[in-house]
Every structure is written in structure tokens, then in C-alpha cells.
């Protein structure tokens, strides 16, 4: 049988597509858990998970919190602004002292690129990245992929185009390495100041014009432009970023074919997506969301299974 | 490793038409009773079950589901191995039905328990049977019991049971390996 190639998972870079796979069908059968009556099964009973939120988050959190309660894992959970961070305490103390209370596994979300993998260095737990900064967002990628997978049967030679701020966007970063992993093609758009300067290294196409980039492609995984993270202005104004990168029905109706549209959330309507397009069929923004329990609930059993009982 | 043959092939049909019978004796047209084939090994005799219910015995309607119970076992993470789910195909009501819980073997009774906890997310039973082909005696560790077995097996702790079934292992036959 087959398990995960990692004890960890800190990015979409450090695992095989087997393991994505192994993800995905495992996630399968979660998805039929999770539409039963009794939605709960008690595989992690005896598995204590903290998540650590540095960093705001609702659907993540939410979506993780709700993956650990359905798999019977005690929960304990933390965010910076209520916490001992504000009064100085570094990464590896805060941590240790959380586990010093017995606990199995991290799920943690952090402003710092990298946060993870120094975490998965220093201390004795299994860690779930759940963001870190504008690096990765792995289980975004992985339910994004599944996503695609359940709604057009398969990944690979699929054509995927990321739209929007792809400087700042841990989850454009993830999905490119997890669609290449699994055979897609993947282009990203948007605005020339928007797109990391060297980003046609690791094999992604750019196109400047959004009705070509939809034009090619099957799948549009729309972007929301993440203000918070901007110091400076990288394009003139809202309304002129919206005329060239949003999407709108009339534009999906005068393509030829009928693409699929992806967001991660949270939506800004009417400035990446319009309301229509967001509430259309094409759209599978609240599968996404019910797919990311699933695939949580996947990520966190594989790697609670290779967590032995006897190291207790 | 070497090994012995239990049942041959014509001693499965002939135990399987028993089981069938048996299944009749006490559910009659199974209107109100459905069949759980346990995940992965049990399916086979669920369907063989089915299919003689409704060949030979013209039994219309006979429901049947695959119970797979991966998540709810107890070896969770005490073994070197990840445990791999299967599917689970239950697509009927089973609060207040009659359930015959389907498997191959019954060894130490623990998937069994697996089973009846597995089974309560779909809903309250009326009652849970238990049909196995070989019930392995002497090996049990938790107080389950067949209600319908095709063979009582003296296998000690080194043996190993192996059903083979034609559709999934090219013949029907029942191996006691020695390993």
C-alpha cells in the first residue's frame, strides 16, 4: 500500500504527484463521509491538532477545524492578535509550549515565507502548512486540483489560466506547481506589474489580454487582488483593472466554448468576478469549499497515519 | 509456505447454496432485509449471495451495499502501514431494516466491531445478522459469533485463510496457508 513520500506537508514542491493522487482518492471516500447523515468518523481519536493562526483567515480555518472535528481529532485552537506573539515570544517557544501540551500535529498559517519548513526543522510534530505568507497554500492547490478532477474527470492535459495578482498569491503559486505536477497546462494573466518577474522559468506562460487567456484555456482560476499586501500601486485604479482582468457573463457568453471558473475566496464581486458570474452554473466556487473539507480531511489522516502510535 | 486446500470449488457452490437457503429460512422475500458486503474481501460472497437469490431462487429486488470500514478500526496507526480505504455503496435507507452482514472470513471479530460502528452513520437498524464463509474457531478476541457460516476452520496463529473467488482471483476455492 501506498503512503505519503512526507511526514509533513509544507508545499506542493515537496510532494509527488502519487502523493497528490493518494490524496485525492482518499479524499473520495472522505467526500462520502461527509455526506452521510452522521458525518463523523473516529480514525484520529487519540490525535491532538493545534492551528496556529499568525495571520487572518476564515474559510482555511474554518475548513480545517470542521476536517479535524469530522475525523474525532481533539482541537485546540490559537490565533496571533489574542496571544503571547504581541508580547514578544518567539516562533519555537510559542510552539513548544503548545506541544509540551501533547500535541500530534500543526496546522499553521504564518505572514513569513517559509514559516513551516523552519517549524518542521525545530520542533516534533507533524506540520500542516496552511499558508505562509506568499509562498505556498497546499491544500488550496490540492482542492482547487480536485475540483477540476471532479468536474471535468481528469487534471492532466487539462489547460488552466490564473487570472489576476499572481505576485501576491500564495495559492497561484501552489496550483502551478500541483497542475504541472499533474500533467495540466498552466498560463497565468494579468497585469504586467502583477506577474513575478520570473515566473516564465518554472514553465508558465503569460498572456497579457484576458479574452485570449480564456480563449485557450478550460479552466479560469480567478485571483482576488490582494490589497493588504500592496505598499505601492501596481495598476491605476479598480475600475480600470476590472474593464481589462474581471470577468463577466457577457464575456463567458461570447466565447465558444463554456470554461470553467474557479476562485479561491474571499470574492471582491464586481471586481474580479461580477455577481452573475459568481453565482453562475459554470462557476464551482462552493464546490471548491466543499471539497476542501474532504481533502483536509485526507491530508490530515495520511499524515496522522504515519505518525506511529508507539512514539506516543 | 506451503498450503491446503479447504473447500474446492464445488464445495464453495455447494456452501453458498446453503447460505442462500439459510438467508431464505429466516427473511423470506427480504422485503424488509438488506445485505452489507464488507469492504474489500466480503463483496464477492455479498454479490455470489445476490446473484443466487435472484437466479436460482427468483428473489426480486435484493439490496445490497458495500460497508467499507477503514476509518473506523482500531489498528489506526499501529501498524508500519497506511490504511487504505475502499468504497462504500450504501444507497438505501437502513434505519429500521434487517441487515445480514456479509464476509469472507471471520477471524478475530475486530472488523466485525469496526462494522457495527461504521454501520450507525447510516441510520438505526432494526437488527444486524452476521454470514461469513469461513469462521475461523478459537481466534477470536472480542464475544462475535456468525449467524451463518459455510465452514468452522481450526486454523492456528501462523495459518493464514485465503478465499479465492473466480471473478477477482481466477477460481473459487478456500487455501489454509501455512506461512
Given at each position: 500500500m501506498s503512503e505519503l513520500s512526507v511526514n509533513h506537508l509544507l508545499g506542493i514542491k515537496y510532494i509527488t504527484e502519487a502523493d497528490i493522487q493518494l490524496i485525492f482518492e482518499t479524499a473520495d471516500h472522505f467526500k462520502e463521509v461527509i455526506n452521510r447523515?452522521?458525518?463523523?468518523?473516529?480514525?484520529?481519536?487519540?490525535i491532538t491538532i493545534a492551528n496556529l493562526f499568525f495571520e487572518n483567515s476564515t474559510r482555511t480555518r474554518l475548513s480545517f477545524e470542521l476536517a479535524e472535528k469530522r475525523l474525532s481529532a481533539d482541537v485546540i485552537n490559537f490565533s496571533a492578535a489574542s496571544s503571547s506573539v504581541k508580547k514578544g515570544e518567539t516562533l519555537i517557544d510559542t510552539v513548544n509550549n503548545i506541544l509540551s501540551m501533547k500535541v500530534d500535529m500543526v496546522v499553521m498559517r504564518h505572514p513569513n515565507p517559509g514559516a513551516g519548513v523552519f517549524l518542521a526543522k525545530h520542533v516534533n510534530a507533524s506540520i500542516v502548512n496552511a499558508g505562509d505568507g506568499v509562498h505556498e497554500h497546499p491544500t488550496q492547490a490540492l482542492l482547487d486540483c480536485y475540483s477540476i478532477r471532479e468536474k471535468l474527470g481528469d487534471v492532466a492535459g487539462k489547460k488552466v489560466v490564473i487570472v489576476g495578482d499572481i505576485l501576491h498569491s500564495r495559492v497561484a503559486l501552489s496550483n502551478i506547481f500541483a497542475l504541472q505536477k499533474l500533467g495540466a497546462e498552466v498560463k497565468v494573466c494579468g497585469p504586467k506589474t502583477l506577474l513575478p518577474k520570473y515566473i516564465e522559468n518554472i514553465g508558465v506562460k503569460t498572456e497579457g489580454s484576458l479574452r485570449s487567456a480564456l480563449e485557450w484555456c478550460d479552466v479560469a482560476n480567478m485571483l482576488r487582488v490582494q490589497n493588504e499586501r500592496m505598499d505601492i500601486s501596481y495598476f491605476p485604479t479598480t475600475r480600470e483593472y476590472t474593464q481589462q482582468f474581471g470577468v463577466s457573463k457577457a464575456l463567458l457568453d461570447s466565447l465558444d466554448k463554456e470554461i470553467v471558473v474557479m476562485h479561491p475566496g474571499p470574492i471582491n464581486r464586481g471586481v474580479e468576478i461580477t455577481s452573475d458570474v459568481a453565482d453562475s452554473?459554470?462557476?464551482i466556487i462552493l464546490d471548491q469549499v466543499q471539497n476542501g473539507v474532504a481533502v483536509r480531511m485526507a491530508v490530515l489522516y495520511l499524515l496522522a497515519s504515519k505518525i506511529k502510535h508507539n512514539e506516543d | 509456505m506451503s498450503q491446503k486446500v479447504l473447500l474446492n470449488a464445488t464445495e464453495v457452490h455447494i456452501a453458498l447454496q446453503r447460505l442462500a437457503c439459510q438467508l431464505i429460512e429466516n427473511h423470506?422475500?427480504?422485503?424488509n432485509t438488506v445485505l452489507i458486503g464488507i469492504q474489500p474481501r466480503g463483496i464477492f460472497l455479498a454479490e455470489r449471495l445476490k446473484s443466487i437469490l435472484e437466479?436460482?431462487?427468483?428473489?426480486?429486488?435484493?439490496q445490497l451495499g458495500y460497508l467499507d470500514i477503514t476509518f473506523y478500526r482500531d489498528d489506526f496507526r499501529r501498524g508500519d502501514k497506511t490504511l487504505e480505504a475502499n468504497t462504500t455503496n450504501i444507497n438505501f435507507i437502513v434505519e429500521d431494516k434487517k441487515i445480514v452482514f456479509i464476509d469472507d472470513v471471520l477471524y478475530t471479530g475486530r472488523s466485525i466491531r469496526s462494522a457495527l460502528t461504521a454501520i450507525q452513520s447510516f441510520g438505526r437498524p432494526l437488527e444486524i445478522e452476521l454470514l461469513t464463509l469461513i469462521d475461523r474457531r478459537f481466534s477470536r478476541h472480542l464475544p462475535i459469533q456468525p449467524d451463518y457460516r459455510g465452514r468452522q476452520v481450526d486454523a492456528i496463529g501462523g495459518e493464514k485463510v485465503k478465499v479465492c473467488w473466480e471473478?477477482?482471483?481466477?477460481e473459487d476455492a478456500v487455501y489454509l496457508v501455512n506461512e
Open positions: 447523515s452522521i458525518k463523523k468518523v473516529p480514525s484520529l481519536r487519540d452554473k459554470q462557476a | 423470506n422475500s427480504f422485503t437466479k436460482d431462487y427468483k428473489l426480486k429486488n435484493i471473478e477477482k482471483d481466477g
